[in-house]
């Protein structure tokens, strides 16, 4: 991919396999986090993207519940909501396998997401780990521009990234800081999606988790525990890595009350 900037040659020998990026990300990889709960896309910002976006077709949003002991018990034809056809369930489920390789024991799920792949589905082999795409410098000086109050040059900085992306897209529609903003928010999301970029930005953006608003995202709050909800980060220290304890007690020039 020629917008690479950084990234990693994953040696086949050396890597961890199941304590790697592409066993808990990737939908096609042969791990049994993958195998059971396919991730997938918050389905609020699934049904934000327009129709004329590419990268909706990233996300399979009528991928069958496969798995029938889904945590929202909702797995298993009989209980997804989406399917009164059993043959149709069997259809698209196999249709999806037949397109993107992976197992019979793989199961799928609404909203799942086809964007990070194996090279080789349905196996354990390691690939290549992208940490910087030049997609993320057009939307670095958008933001930077826009909270500048600069709304000419963060359109001009968003602009081709968002042309690229979508046929339809127009960046004029977004003239104020406010609605230039948020729009460069749900870009990062959707753009970005999956990369590791979203914990940060939310501290940056002060803002709280809550996967239950606006319709709900979709995921399971048995599953996502304390992560289903947190309050912002201005309001909220879990939201700040703490300093071991060990180091602590090994320091002599920290203390408890140095703790973040």
């Known amino acids: 991919m020629p917008e690479v900037i950084w990234g990693s040659n994953v040696i086949a020998p050396e890597t961890t396999f199941f304590r790697s990026y592409f066993y808990l990300i990737c939908n096609t990889f042969n791990g049994s986090q993958n195998r059971s709960n396919p991730k997938f896309v918050d389905k609020r910002l699934y049904n934000a993207i327009p129709d004329s976006d590419y990268r909706k077709d990233l996300f399979l949003a009528d991928a069958p519940n496969s798995n029938r002991s889904a945590s929202n018990g909702q797995g298993g034809f009989g209980k997804d909501p989406n399917y009164t056809d059993q043959a149709a369930f ?20 609404p909203y799942m997401h086809v964007k990070f792949l194996n090279k080789n589905p349905n196996s354990i082999d390691p690939d290549d780990i992208i940490y910087m795409r030049s997609s993320e410098m057009y939307l670095i000086e958008a933001e930077a521009e826009a909270m500048l ?50 914990y940060v930005d939310k501290i940056r953006w002060d803002e709280a988790i809550d996967h239950s608003s606006n319709g709900g995202s979709g995921a399971s709050e048995i599953l996502y525990q304390n992560g289903f909800s947190q309050a912002k980060p201005s309001v909220n220290n879990d939201w700040i890595f703490k300093i071991p304890q060990k180091e602590i007690d090994a320091n002599p020039n920290i203390g408890p009350g140095d703790q973040n």
Do not use: C
């Open 90 to 109: 069997n259809a698209k489920r196999a249709e999806y396998r037949a397109i993107y390789g992976w197992g019979s024991s793989q199961n799928t799920h």
């Open 149 to 198: 109050g600069n709304i000419a040059a963060a359109q001009a900085a968003l602009k081709p990234l968002g042309e690229a992306r979508d046929s339809s897209y127009d960046v004029s529609v977004y003239d104020t800081q406010t609605a230039l903003m948020n729009h460069i928010k749900f870009q990062r999301k959707v753009e970005l999606w999956g990369e590791g970029f979203l």
